[in-house]
């Protein structure tokens, strides 16, 4: 399996105990697809980290991002992620060849949902950036869930697309007690919530993301409506490490 080695050139903090970090391709070219996952292998781990050093995450930024891959985590305290948030700039990674079916499908005709939950986002935030950098004609809806307005990374970047895309409506969540001034909505995904915003249930590609329960969760219930596995892609996101099921 090809792999590359970059660097990582920028941290930065985008919501509560959330980090991005941003690696430079060192001048390689690294061709992927939006919504796919690769592998980062510290290449001059901490002593601690020795024989723990290799996480798979999902590539935040769009294809066309050129020289650069981005990725974001929730940062809990783990060797790795410690480790991560750590590194001197400039620390080097080996990096998988890309991989995974979490992509758009390529009927344009028809709606793709997207149903995010926390950090799930960083798959989605690649497709639509580059959705809007294609000016794709497709129907896009984001149903976005999180526990309160702190936790929701990149919700003012996913505004900014939302306002420039007629095709795009952005639907974000808080499962908590409402947030002051929140303009969006308030309580967990369900059916009435994605009735509200979609013109029947059986149409669209859903792609689920998020931690194993929220998928599961949001998998039954889409198919207590009538969606088939068929219909159906999936990303589940764990503690340590992301795991992957996704459908073709």
């Keep these: 399996m090809a792999e590359y080695q970059m660097t990582l050139k920028h941290r930065e903090r985008i919501a509560r105990d959330t980090m991005a970090f941003s690696f ?15 592998d980062f292998l510290f290449l001059d781990p901490p002593l601690e980290q020795e024989g723990d050093n290799s996480r798979t995450f999902s590539l935040a930024n769009s294809p066309h991002d050129k020289g650069l891959v981005m990725i974001a985590l929730r940062m809990r305290e783990t060797g790795f ?7 001197a700039l400039g620390a080097k990674f080996r990096v998988s060849r890309p991989r995974g079916s ?10 793709a949902v997207f ?7 960083t798959p989605v935030r690649s497709i639509l950036h580059w959705a809007a ?36 409506t952005l639907i974000p969540t808080l499962t908590r007690l409402k947030s002051p001034g929140w303009p969006y909505e308030n309580g967990h995904i369900d059916q009435g919530l994605l009735t509200r915003y979609l013109q029947g249930l059986d149409g669209p590609m859903y792609y689920v993301a ?11 219930l889409l198919h207590r409506s009538g969606v088939s596995d068929d219909d159906i892609k999936t990303e589940e996101f764990g503690d340590y490490q992301q795991g992957i099921s996704a459908r073709p």
């Design 24 to 38: 430079d391709t060192n001048g390689t070219r690294y061709e992927f697809r939006a919504g796919q996952h690769a």
């Design 81 to 87: 992620k410690t480790a991560l948030k750590t590194a």
């Design 102 to 111: 979490f992509t758009l499908h390529k009927d344009v005709t028809r709606p």
């Design 115 to 121: 149903l995010a939950g926390g950090i799930g986002i």
């Design 133 to 168: 950098h294609e000016r794709l004609p497709q129907k896009l809806y984001l149903f976005y869930s999180n526990r309160d307005l702190e936790d929701t990374a990149f919700l003012e970047e996913l505004e900014g697309l939302a306002a420039q895309n007629r095709c795009f």
């Design 210 to 220: 998020g931690p194993s329960g929220m998928v599961g969760a949001m998998t039954a």
